[in-house]
């Protein structure tokens, strides 16, 4: 039960301790759990208090605009998997106490919005009589821990990591020796070789990897740190560690332990682990891990081979011979309680009734046997809503909550995105996929920095006064040895006027490419000048024609 020892942390008579520092040090975030259950939640909105609002996040919850007693939550989804019983119980809490909205997130969780303080602890209850939780989905802690959701059946992975993510899950969801982060903290463990788990964009990742010890193979992974987004992306570096997988544990509790005592705890924007590693550098950062988990091997030989993007639209075999697994498209990750209600209806019908969550806000069904498969693709859900063959840019947008329901967005997104995919399918005939992922502002919760083009919310001071727009970037992508940010175009283009912008954007990079190319690899043979060139054209031509 409750821990009631406080304890003596190193950095706590730090005289420089930032405000929330101070306290998290008075209350632990876990704490407010408690007080929502037995307090908050007979009392009413107007009885919480501001400093416990903050710890709200370590119960997943986290207060929607307008800030007018409504709030989102978080579930954490470990390794992007679920069962339909899971899917079901998810469905209901959005049919009775979220508005009936269902999303997807970026990191394989899924959302609610519009719940208020009386419902949480129905909620809370409901998520764990299935097995999940919200705890710890938000706030400086261990966040959902993102993997392969084709885990055990997948045949592009080295071996099945759905125990570890089960292990690394029950280690550290409320652990409080890791629940009083400097910063959000994010976990990716995947073994497919075309790196499901976003490894490059996570304070901590594995990769599945080999070496040989003693005269034996072992297949195990390599361990990246200090990866992350928001306004000042890192790219996650490489140490020089092997990790053998019964050792992801022991690696993952080190690194934390060195992120808890030795990240930065003065400035809120300067906390998360990509800092320290930066400063640091990886052979000191490795240095202090071995002193928490006694010695490491050093690196072996990747397995890791391209990116995926976290795509698997249409019917794939596994690697059990004689079954299937179907990728399906969910538009820009949004369902209502009823779609998600069907899904795990087909998922029991025509698979092992379990659903996959993708980093790309789509889903999917493992383990459909050779002879359903045909009647599966019939089903009014797949071939209407859940497409397996979506349109091209519908397909591949991605988009994060924006100003409908987050307090810190510039601009819409969510809705604008896919009016904007919409658009762009019916005006640019393309079958290749360009990523396309819109954010409301800088924090990138909709990973702006990794898609082909990455469209960030702002705002453009015009005669009739400020109006939304957007900032573009090009040539974003992960990947062993080609993993690179996006790069800001010197262009702001009005909301309205998106979709011709890219559109001849695109028509541009139809023209020129060469076969097989994908828009970031041609960005990177002609070089962002010739974009942005190609975006003053753009721009010029269209205040030309009015
Ligand atoms: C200071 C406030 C916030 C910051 C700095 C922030 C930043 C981020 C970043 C950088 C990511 C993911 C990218 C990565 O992998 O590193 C993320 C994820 C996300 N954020 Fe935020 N965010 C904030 C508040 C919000 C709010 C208010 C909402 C919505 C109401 C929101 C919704 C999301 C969603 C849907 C994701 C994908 C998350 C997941 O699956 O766990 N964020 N956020
Ligand atoms: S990117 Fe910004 S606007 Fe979009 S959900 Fe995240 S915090 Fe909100």
């Not at 292990?167 to 009083?180: K, T």
Request: hydrophobic share 40%; glycine share 8%.
């Amino acid at each position: 039960m409750r821990e009631v020892t406080v304890k003596q942390w190193k950095w706590a008579n730090d005289p420089k301790l930032h405000k929330m520092e101070l306290a998290k040090l008075e209350k632990d975030g876990l704490d407010v759990i408690d007080t929502i259950v037995n307090k908050y939640a007979n009392e009413g909105y107007d009885s919480i208090e501001s400093t416990d609002m903050d710890r709200f996040k370590w119960a997943g919850v986290y207060q929607q605009r307008p800030n007018n007693g409504h709030f989102m939550m978080r579930v954490r989804i470990p390794g992007g998997i679920i069962t339909s019983e899971q899917g079901r119980a998810l469905a209901e809490i959005a049919k009775d106490y979220g508005r009936d909205l269902v999303d997807v997130t970026t990191r394989q969780a899924i959302q609610f919005h519009w719940l208020t303080v009386e419902t949480l602890p129905d909620i809370f209850e409901r998520l764990a009589a299935v097995g999940l939780s919200s705890f710890e989905a938000c706030g400086d802690c261990p966040r959902t821990i993102v993997g392969n959701p084709l885990a055990g059946i997948d045949p592009h992975e080295a071996f099945d990591t759905r125990e570890l993510v089960a292990e690394l899950e029950q280690f550290f969801l409320l652990n409080r020796d890791f629940s009083n982060l400097p910063r959000k903290y994010k976990m990716s463990i995947s073994a497919n070789q075309y790196n499901t788990g976003h490894a490059e964009i996570n304070d901590l990742a594995f990769t599945p990897a080999k070496k040989v010890i003693d005269g034996q193979e072992v297949i195990g992974f390599h361990v990246w740190v200090g990866g992350g987004l928001s306004a000042r992306p890192y790219m996650a570096q490489k140490l020089d560690v092997f990790c053998p997988q019964d050792e992801v544990v022991k690696v993952a509790a080190g690194v934390t332990t060195v992120f808890r005592d030795f990240g930065y705890r003065e400035k809120r924007h300067y906390a998360r682990l990509k800092y320290l590693v930066a400063n640091w550098g990886v052979d000191k950062f490795k240095e202090e891990l071995v002193k928490v988990t006694g010695p490491l091997e050093s690196a072996g030989e990747d397995l890791y081979k391209g990116w995926n993007a976290g795509y698997f639209y249409g019917i794939h075999e596994q690697k059990q011979a004689g079954l299937y697994y179907a990728g399906l498209s969910v538009p820009v990750g949004r369902m209502n309680a009823d779609e998600l209600i069907q899904l795990a209806q087909l998922a029991e019908t025509y698979g092992d009734g379990t659903i996959g969550t993708c980093n790309s806000q789509n889903v999917l069904i493992r383990n459909i046997p050779a002879s359903k498969v045909e009647q599966f693709k019939q089903e009014p859900l797949i071939v209407n809503r859940f497409k397996l063959k979506p349109n091209t840019f519908v397909g591949y947008a991605v988009s994060c909550t924006g100003n409908e329901y987050c307090n810190l967005a510039i601009v819409e997104t969510k809705e604008r995105m896919r009016s904007l995919a919409e658009y762009l399918d019916d005006t640019v005939e393309l079958d290749t996929p360009v990523r396309i992922h819109m954010v409301g502002c800088p924090n990138s919760c909709g990973q702006r920095q990794i898609a082909d083009i990455g469209l960030q919310g702002a705002l453009l001071k015009t005669d009739e006064g400020m109006i939304s727009a957007f900032d573009v970037h090009v040539g974003g992508t992960l990947g062993l040895d080609q993993a690179r940010f996006n790069q800001r175009l010197k262009a702001r283009i009005e909301a309205d006027r998106l979709g011709p912008f890219l559109a001849q954007l695109i028509g541009s990079y139809k023209e020129e490419r060469i076969e097989g190319e994908s828009y970031w690899q041609y960005v990177e043979r002609v070089g962002v000048e010739h974009i942005q060139a190609q975006a003053d054209q753009i721009i010029e031509g269209a205040k030309l024609g009015g």
